[in-house]
C-alpha cells in the first residue's frame, strides 16, 4: 500500500518547529494534526534555547486549551518528545543535561485550560488584586441558586420602584435590600435605581412586551450567568430609541434591571471570594489591566500559545491581547468550521477577526506574522475525506443555499416572508462586514483537506455496506405503536448487530504510518452522536436493552429527568406542600404508590388502577367544590382513606405524607429524604419494574449526593426552591459499564469534539437549531471595535405585535434590523459547524440515519438533515431505504438480551438501603408512634427570618398550578396608583421569597449563626456585612468572651402526652451559652423591640418556650431577644411551672384551628 506524505502539513510543522520567533495563526481542518504541529512548535522553542543552556525557558511559555484531557495530551506527547532527546544522545553530553534539565522543569510548565491559567493569575497576584488566595469555584448548582434570588430581589427593587408614590423617597424602599453590602456595590445599585426611577413606564413597557414576569426573571437570569461583562459594556441604541422610545425604554429598564441582579449576584460570589467560570476570567482581566501587572506578565511570558482558538470568546481574546505585545509571540490554532460552543459563549466571529488582523499585519509587511493552514487528513479513509470535501464545499458551508432562498418559489405568505427577512438579514451582514461574512463559508485553500494515505485495493468491507451510509427511516410506513425515535433507535440497533462480528479492513497508525488491518468489528468501534440527548437517551437506552446491545452514554444529562428521580422529587414537592394539586398528582402516578408484589409489575395494568383511584379522588374534589367547600386532592384522599374506599397500599402512602409533612421541620432535608424514601418501601416498588437495575442505580446516586443538599439549602423549604432548577444541571446519569468496555458509545456532538471512532452513527437529523430568543450585544453600526448594544433575538417582532408598526415604517425597520441583528447570522450557522464536527469524527465508516418524520416541526427550524444533502455524490453512497433491508444483513447476533431477574432486583434495593441506613445521623422515626410536632412558630403562626426552619406554610390557596403571571392580567396601567399596583405585586407571591425585611433579616441571621467571637461581630461590622447598631447590644460582648462554649442554631425537642395524644416540641434557638454551668438563649430579630406589642409577645413566647425545652439539660438562666438593625436587647426571664399549661393551651387551639 502506498503512504502518502503530505509535503505541505510536514513543512508546517517544520516551519513552526525551526522559526518559533514568530506570530502564527494556523487553520486546521478535522483530523490534520493540530496536536502534532502544537507539539513540534513547542519543541522547536525548547530546541532554540539549547545552545544557550536556558532550560528554565519552560517558565516562559503558556500554552491554554480547552479541556484538561487536551492540555494533558499536549503535556504527555511533549514529555515524550524530550525523551526521546534524551535517548538520543551521550548522557555525558552539555546536550543531555539540557533536556534533563527541561525534563524537570516540564513538572510546573503552564499547559493547562483557560480558567487555570486565570486562577493561577489570581492567587499570585492575591494581593493586587484584593482576593484570598484560598478563593472558591462554586458549582453550577450553587450558582443558580445565587442567581435566581439576586434576580428576585432586583426584579422586586423594579416593582418597588415602578409603585413609588408621590412623596415616598427610593431610599427607603431600597435601604432593606442594601444590608450586607458594600460602600462600592451599595453606590452603584442607588445609580441603577435612580436611572430606573426617572423613566417608571420603561418598566411597564418592558413586562408588556413579555407579557410575562417569569420569562423577563429567565432572560435577566441569563445575562447574568452568562454574560456580565458584555452587560456592564453595553447600552442600548440610540436609533432605536429615537425611532421606537417604548421598545429603547424597555431594554433599558432590562439593562439596568439586570445590572442590579449582577450586582447581587456578585455580592454573594465574588464578595465572599467565590467565582463561578466567568468571574474568573472577568477578574483576571480587571486584574490584568492594571499597568505595573500586565507589564509583568507581558515579560514574563515570551510564547503564548492557544489551542482550539475557535471556542474561545471575547473575554478570553481580550485576556490574550493584554499579555501580547511586540516583544513576545503568540500562536493561535483552530478551525472556525469546528466553532460550536456559541451557546455558552464561544464566537466565532473572534477566530475570523483575528484571522484579519493577522492579514493586515502581513500585508502592511511586519515580517513576524504568518497564516498557515493544516490540510491534510490523517484521521480518516481517503472515501470519507472526500466525502467531507464535497459535502462542506457543496452543502455545509456553500452560502448559495442562503442565496437561493431569493428564487424559491414558495407561495406560503408566511414562510415567504421569512425568507425574505434571512436574505435580507444575510445581505445586511454580507455589506456590513464583508471579511467576515466570507469567512462563513468554504475556503478552497484552507478547508480542502487530501488524505494522509490511500487505501489497500483489497480492503475488506463487510457486505451491503460502504463507507458511507444513509440510512432512511420511513417512520410513517413503520408499526404506529413506536414513536418515530424508538424506529430510529431501532434502526442503528438492528445495524450494529448487522455488522459486529463481521470483518472489516481498519487503517491503524504504526510508526507513523496507516497500516491495514483485518479484523472483526466490535461493539466499541461503534459511536451514536445526537445533537442533543434530551428525549433522545432515554429511547435509545430503552431500545437497545431490549436488542441486547451494550450501551454507555458519555455525558448523559437526562439524570434529574429519570422518571425515578423526578418521582423523589415529586415526593418532596408534596412533603413540602401536600395541598398542590400538581405535585399530588405527579407521585400518586409513580411507583411510590405502586402496591408491593411478587411478581413483576405490569407497567399498565398497574397504571390503569392507579388512574381509577385517581378518578376517585378527583370526583370527591368535584363534588366538595360544587357544595362550595374548598379542599386538595389530598385532603379529599384523606376522607376516602378514613371512609375506608381506597386500597391499604395506597392509605399508608397517605399516612406517610402526612407524617413527613411534620416531620420535615425536625430533621434535616437530606435525612428527610432518605428516610421517606426508606419507609415508603420506594427501592422494592421499583425492582418490581422490567430492568430496574439502572433505575436503582440512579437513586442509590441521588442518595449519595444528598447530604450536598444540606449544605446548598439547609432547610427544607429552601431545598425545594433548589430543585425547581435543579433539572438544569447536566448531572451524569449513574451506569454499572465503563466507558472503557466494549460498549457502544452515544454522546453529544459536543462531547464528540476533538474525539475520533471508527465508526459513527450520526442520529437526530431532524434537529434544527431553534429560533430562540436570545440576549444579543451586537457592535454599534459605527465599527466593530466601537461599544456594543444590548438587544434579545426577536424582539422586534414582540414590539410591532405589542404597539402595532404605526410608528415604524418598513425603511425604519430594515435599518433597525440592519443595527441589531446582523449578528443573529453567527448563531443560525451554528448548525451547519455542528454537522462539520460530527461526520468529522468518523475514522472508518459513517452512517447518517434520515428520519422521515410524519410531521415537521417549522418551529424547530431548518432540520441539519438538509445540510447533508448527497446529491451529485450518489455513487460512493450506500442509501438503506428501510429496517427490512438492515435485517437481511443481519447474521449470526452477537450478545444477548440480559434479563433483570426480580430477585436480583430486590437484592440491590436491599444492599442499597441497608448503606444509606448506616449514614442517617438523626433517631430511625421508621418505627415510632405517630406524632405531632409542635414549635413556636407552628403554634403561634410566626413569620420571620427563622420561619423556613419552624413554620407551616401550607398555601392552602395553592391548589392548582398556574403557567406563569402576566403582568397584563396584574392591573391595567391607567391604574397603576390604585388597586392594580398592588395586584401585580400580589401576582408576584410566588416569584418573591419574602417581604425585603425578612430578606434581609435573613440574611444578617445567617451570617449571625455563624459566628462564635465577638471579634467577628466587629470586623463585620467594619465590612458593612452587619448593621453597626448590633454594636450598642452591650450584653453580646461577655457573652461571646466568656463562656464554656456556644450552640449554634441547637435543634432541641422533648417528647409530651396530651389527652393520650404524642407530641414532641421542638425549636430551634440561634445562640445557646453556657457559661459558669448555666445556659443563657440568644436570639436574633430584625423587629423593633418596642413596637408592635402583640409581635414582641409572640417573640417573648418564643424564647421561653426555648428555655423551657432547655431546662431538662441544665438550669437555663436568662434569655435575650436582640434586635439587629436598631441596636436593642430584650431581657426573658425562664418560664414558671405555669408555662407548660400555656403550651397545653396553645396546642389545643391549634388542634382545633387544624380541624377546621
Known amino acids: 500500500m502506498e503512504i502518502l506524505q503530505n509535503q505541505q502539513n510536514r513543512s508546517v510543522a517544520e516551519i513552526v518547529r525551526q522559526n518559533p520567533n514568530c506570530n502564527y495563526f494556523i487553520s486546521a481542518s478535522a483530523g490534520t494534526g493540530k496536536t502534532y504541529t502544537l507539539t513540534n512548535y513547542y519543541i522547536g522553542i525548547l530546541e532554540h534555547y539549547e545552545q544557550e543552556g536556558k532550560s528554565d525557558i519552560v517558565d516562559s511559555i503558556v500554552a491554554v486549551t480547552f479541556t484538561n484531557k487536551a492540555a494533558n495530551e499536549m503535556k504527555d506527547r511533549i514529555m515524550k518528545e524530550i525523551q526521546k532527546k534524551l535517548t538520543a544522545v551521550d548522557p555525558n553530553s552539555k546536550e543531555y543535561r539540557y533536556w534533563n534539565e527541561v525534563y524537570r522543569n516540564m513538572s510546573r510548565a503552564i499547559i493547562s485550560t483557560i480558567d487555570s491559567f486565570c486562577r493561577r493569575v489570581l492567587i499570585e497576584q492575591n494581593v493586587e488584586a484584593g482576593v484570598d488566595p484560598n478563593f472558591k469555584i462554586i458549582n453550577e448548582l450553587k450558582m443558580l441558586r445565587i442567581v435566581d434570588k439576586a434576580t428576585q430581589k432586583a426584579i422586586q427593587i423594579a416593582f418597588e420602584v415602578y409603585d413609588l408614590k408621590d412623596g415616598e423617597r427610593i431610599a427607603d424602599k431600597l435601604s432593606p435590600f442594601l444590608y450586607g453590602l458594600t460602600t462600592e456595590r451599595r453606590e452603584r445599585i442607588e445609580e441603577l435605581v435612580k436611572d430606573l426611577a426617572e423613566s417608571k413606564d420603561d418598566i411597564f413597557?418592558?413586562?408588556?412586551?413579555?407579557?410575562?414576569?417569569?420569562?423577563?426573571?429567565?432572560?435577566?437570569?441569563?445575562?447574568?450567568?452568562?454574560?456580565?461583562?458584555?452587560?456592564?459594556?453595553?447600552?442600548?441604541?440610540?436609533?432605536?430609541?429615537?425611532?421606537?422610545?417604548?421598545?429603547?425604554?424597555?431594554?433599558?429598564?432590562?439593562?439596568?434591571?439586570?445590572?442590579?441582579?449582577?450586582?447581587?449576584?456578585?455580592?454573594?460570589?465574588?464578595?465572599?471570594?467565590?467565582?463561578?467560570?466567568?468571574?474568573?476570567?472577568?477578574?483576571?482581566l480587571k486584574v490584568l489591566e492594571k499597568p505595573s501587572i500586565r507589564e509583568y506578565y507581558q515579560k514574563r511570558f515570551k510564547y503564548i500559545i492557544v489551542d482550539e482558538f475557535q471556542d474561545t470568546n471575547d473575554l478570553q481574546e481580550r485576556i490574550f491581547d493584554l499579555i501580547h505585545t511586540d516583544e513576545n509571540y503568540?500562536?493561535?490554532?483552530?478551525?472556525?468550521?469546528?466553532?460550536?460552543?456559541?451557546?455558552?459563549?464561544?464566537?466565532?466571529?473572534?477566530?475570523?477577526?483575528?484571522?484579519?488582523?493577522?492579514?493586515?499585519?502581513?500585508?502592511?509587511?511586519?515580517?513576524?506574522?504568518?497564516?498557515?493552514?493544516?490540510?491534510?487528513?490523517?484521521?480518516?479513509?481517503?472515501?470519507?475525506?472526500?466525502?467531507?470535501?464535497?459535502?462542506?464545499?457543496?452543502?455545509?458551508?456553500?452560502?448559495?443555499?442562503?442565496?437561493?432562498?431569493?428564487?424559491n418559489k414558495?407561495?406560503?405568505?408566511?414562510?415567504?416572508?421569512?425568507?425574505?427577512?434571512?436574505?435580507?438579514?444575510?445581505?445586511?451582514?454580507?455589506?456590513?462586514?464583508?471579511?467576515?461574512?466570507?469567512?462563513?463559508?468554504?475556503?478552497?485553500?484552507?478547508?480542502?483537506?487530501?488524505?494522509?494515505?490511500?487505501?489497500d485495493p483489497n480492503e475488506n468491507v463487510p457486505d451491503g455496506v460502504k463507507r458511507v451510509n444513509y440510512i432512511k427511516v420511513n417512520a410513517a410506513s413503520d408499526e404506529e405503536k413506536k414513536n418515530e425515535r424508538e424506529i430510529e433507535a431501532l434502526s442503528v440497533a438492528k445495524m450494529i448487530k448487522a455488522l459486529v462480528g463481521k470483518e472489516m479492513t481498519f487503517y491503524e497508525k504504526q510508526d507513523g504510518k496507516h497500516v491495514p488491518v483485518v479484523r472483526k468489528i466490535t461493539y466499541k468501534d461503534f459511536a451514536i452522536l445526537s445533537y442533543k440527548l434530551q428525549e433522545v437517551e432515554d429511547v435509545y437506552r430503552e431500545v437497545f436493552a431490549r436488542e441486547g446491545i451494550p450501551l454507555y452514554i458519555v455525558k448523559g444529562r437526562g439524570f434529574y429527568r429519570r422518571p425515578e428521580i423526578r418521582a423523589v422529587i415529586s415526593a418532596l414537592d408534596v412533603i413540602q406542600n401536600p395541598n398542590n394539586n400538581y405535585h399530588f398528582v405527579q407521585i400518586f402516578l409513580s411507583p411510590f404508590f405502586e402496591e408491593i408484589s411478587e411478581n413483576s409489575v405490569n407497567a399498565d395494568n398497574s397504571s390503569d388502577e392507579r388512574l381509577k383511584m385517581l378518578n376517585r379522588i378527583t370526583q370527591r374534589y368535584r363534588e366538595s367544590a360544587q357544595s362550595g367547600i374548598k379542599k386538595s386532592f389530598f385532603q379529599c384522599a384523606k376522607d376516602l382513606r378514613n371512609e375506608g374506599a381506597l386500597p391499604h397500599h395506597i392509605c399508608q402512602m397517605l399516612d406517610l405524607i402526612e407524617k413527613y409533612d411534620e416531620l420535615k421541620y425536625y430533621l434535616k432535608p437530606a435525612e428527610t429524604l432518605k428516610l421517606f424514601i426508606k419507609e415508603s418501601e420506594y427501592l422494592r416498588k421499583l425492582a418490581q419494574y422490567p430492568n430496574s437495575s439502572q433505575r436503582l442505580r440512579n437513586v442509590r446516586k441521588l442518595l449519595e449526593q444528598a447530604s450536598d443538599f444540606n449544605d446548598q439549602a439547609p432547610t427544607f423549604l429552601e431545598l425545594t426552591r433548589l430543585l425547581e432548577k435543579i433539572s438544569e444541571i447536566q448531572e451524569v446519569e449513574a451506569s454499572e459499564i465503563s466507558e472503557e468496555e466494549d460498549v457502544v458509545r452515544m454522546m453529544t456532538v459536543h462531547a464528540s469534539k476533538g474525539l475520533e471512532f471508527n465508526i459513527v452513527f450520526l442520529v437526530n437529523n431532524d434537529y434544527g437549531d431553534r429560533n430562540e430568543e436570545k440576549t444579543l450585544f451586537p457592535y454599534s453600526e459605527n465599527e466593530i471595535e466601537s461599544v456594543r448594544y444590548i438587544y434579545i433575538s426577536q424582539f422586534l417582532d414582540k414590539v410591532i405585535e405589542k404597539f402595532g408598526n404605526g410608528k415604524l415604517t418598513a425603511e425604519l425597520e430594515k435599518e433597525l434590523r440592519k443595527i441589531l441583528e446582523a449578528e443573529i447570522i453567527y448563531d443560525e450557522t451554528e448548525i451547519l459547524r455542528k454537522v462539520y464536527v460530527a461526520i468529522t469524527r468518523a475514522k472508518e465508516m459513517l452512517f447518517v440515519l434520515d428520519l422521515q418524520k410524519k410531521k415537521s416541526d417549522n418551529k424547530k427550524g431548518t432540520p441539519a438533515i438538509k445540510y447533508l444533502d448527497y446529491k451529485g455524490y450518489e455513487e460512493n453512497v450506500k442509501v438503506i431505504e428501510n429496517i427490512s433491508e438492515i435485517e437481511k444483513l443481519i447474521g449470526e447476533i452477537v450478545g444477548s438480551d440480559e434479563e433483570v431477574h426480580l430477585e436480583q432486583a430486590e437484592a440491590s434495593a436491599e444492599e442499597i438501603e441497608?448503606?444509606?441506613?448506616?449514614?442517617?445521623?438523626?433517631?430511625?422515626?421508621?418505627?415510632?408512634?405517630?406524632?405531632?410536632?409542635?414549635?413556636?412558630?407552628?403554634?403561634?403562626?410566626?413569620?420571620?427570618?427563622?420561619?423556613?426552619?419552624?413554620?407551616?406554610?401550607?398555601?392552602?390557596?395553592?391548589?392548582?398550578?398556574?403557567?406563569?403571571?402576566?403582568?397584563?392580567?396584574?392591573?391595567?396601567?391607567?391604574?397603576?396608583?390604585?388597586?392594580?399596583?398592588?395586584?401585580?405585586?400580589?401576582?408576584?407571591?410566588?416569584?418573591?421569597?419574602?417581604?425585603?425585611?425578612?430578606?434581609?433579616?435573613?440574611?444578617?441571621?445567617?451570617?449571625?449563626?455563624?459566628?462564635?467571637?465577638?471579634?467577628?461581630?466587629?470586623?463585620?461590622?467594619?465590612?458593612?456585612?452587619?448593621?453597626?447598631?448590633?454594636?450598642?447590644?452591650?450584653?453580646?460582648?461577655?457573652?461571646?468572651?466568656?463562656?464554656?462554649?456556644?450552640?449554634?442554631?441547637?435543634?432541641?425537642?422533648?417528647?409530651?402526652?396530651?389527652?393520650?395524644?404524642?407530641?414532641?416540641?421542638?425549636?430551634?434557638?440561634?445562640?445557646?451559652?453556657?457559661?459558669?454551668?448555666?445556659?443563657?438563649?440568644?436570639?436574633?430579630?430584625?423587629?423593633?423591640?418596642?413596637?408592635?406589642?402583640?409581635?414582641?409577645?409572640?417573640?417573648?413566647?418564643?424564647?421561653k418556650f426555648y428555655m423551657y425545652l432547655l431546662s431538662d439539660i441544665g438550669k437555663v438562666h436568662c434569655g435575650y431577644l436582640v434586635s439587629v438593625p436598631r441596636g436593642q436587647a430584650l431581657r426573658i426571664d425562664p418560664p414558671d411551672e405555669r408555662f407548660f399549661d400555656k403550651i397545653v393551651e396553645k396546642i389545643e387551639s391549634f388542634e382545633e384551628m387544624m380541624k377546621i
Do not use: C
Not at 230 to 250: I, P, T, W
Not at 260 to 284: M, P, Q, R, W
Not at 425 to 431: A, G, N, S, T
Open 914 to 1103: 441497608s448503606k444509606f441506613n448506616k449514614e442517617l445521623i438523626e433517631t430511625d422515626f421508621t418505627q415510632t408512634a405517630y406524632k405531632r410536632y409542635i414549635s413556636p412558630t407552628i403554634i403561634y403562626n410566626l413569620r420571620d427570618e427563622k420561619s423556613d426552619l419552624e413554620a407551616i406554610n401550607e398555601l392552602e390557596q395553592d391548589f392548582e398550578v398556574s403557567e406563569g403571571i402576566s403582568f397584563a392580567s396584574a392591573g391595567a396601567y391607567q391604574n397603576y396608583e390604585g388597586r392594580g399596583s398592588m395586584a401585580r405585586l400580589e401576582a408576584l407571591n410566588e416569584l418573591l421569597e419574602r417581604s425585603s425585611e425578612i430578606n434581609i433579616g435573613k440574611k444578617v441571621h445567617s451570617i449571625l449563626t455563624s459566628v462564635n467571637k465577638y471579634e467577628h461581630i466587629k470586623a463585620l461590622v467594619e465590612r458593612g456585612s452587619i448593621p453597626e447598631q448590633i454594636l450598642n447590644v452591650h450584653i453580646l460582648e461577655p457573652l461571646f468572651n466568656e463562656n464554656e462554649k456556644i450552640l449554634s442554631e441547637w435543634r432541641i425537642a422533648k417528647h409530651i402526652e396530651i389527652d393520650g395524644k404524642s407530641y414532641v416540641l421542638f425549636g430551634v434557638p440561634d445562640k445557646v451559652f453556657l457559661k459558669n454551668g448555666e445556659f443563657y438563649v440568644v436570639d436574633f430579630k430584625s423587629a423593633d423591640l418596642y413596637g408592635n406589642s402583640d409581635a414582641i409577645e409572640r417573640y417573648k413566647f418564643q424564647l
Open 205 to 284: 413597557h418592558l413586562f408588556n412586551i413579555f407579557g410575562d414576569v417569569f420569562k423577563v426573571k429567565e432572560k435577566i437570569e441569563e445575562v447574568v450567568r452568562s454574560w456580565r461583562l458584555e452587560l456592564n459594556d453595553s447600552k442600548v441604541s440610540e436609533r432605536l430609541l429615537e425611532v421606537f422610545e417604548e421598545a429603547g425604554g424597555a431594554l433599558r429598564a432590562f439593562r439596568n434591571i439586570a445590572l442590579i441582579a449582577a450586582e447581587f449576584y456578585e455580592s454573594e460570589t465574588i464578595d465572599n471570594f467565590e467565582y463561578d467560570f466567568k468571574g474568573v476570567l472577568e477578574k483576571t
Open 330 to 407: 503568540i500562536f493561535y490554532v483552530g478551525d472556525r468550521k469546528q466553532s460550536i460552543y456559541r451557546f455558552r459563549g464561544g464566537d466565532v466571529s473572534v477566530f475570523v477577526k483575528t484571522m484579519n488582523k493577522f492579514e493586515k499585519k502581513i500585508k502592511d509587511g511586519n515580517g513576524k506574522y504568518s497564516i498557515l493552514s493544516l490540510k491534510t487528513n490523517y484521521r480518516s479513509h481517503p472515501e470519507l475525506v472526500d466525502y467531507f470535501n464535497y459535502i462542506s464545499e457543496n452543502v455545509i458551508f456553500n452560502n448559495v443555499i442562503y442565496e437561493g432562498l431569493a428564487t
Open 410 to 455: 414558495n407561495t406560503n405568505k408566511n414562510s415567504k416572508e421569512n425568507e425574505e427577512e434571512k436574505i435580507f438579514v444575510h445581505e445586511v451582514f454580507r455589506l456590513k462586514y464583508p471579511d467576515l461574512y466570507n469567512k462563513l463559508w468554504f475556503i478552497e485553500s484552507d478547508d480542502k483537506s487530501s488524505s494522509a494515505f490511500l487505501p
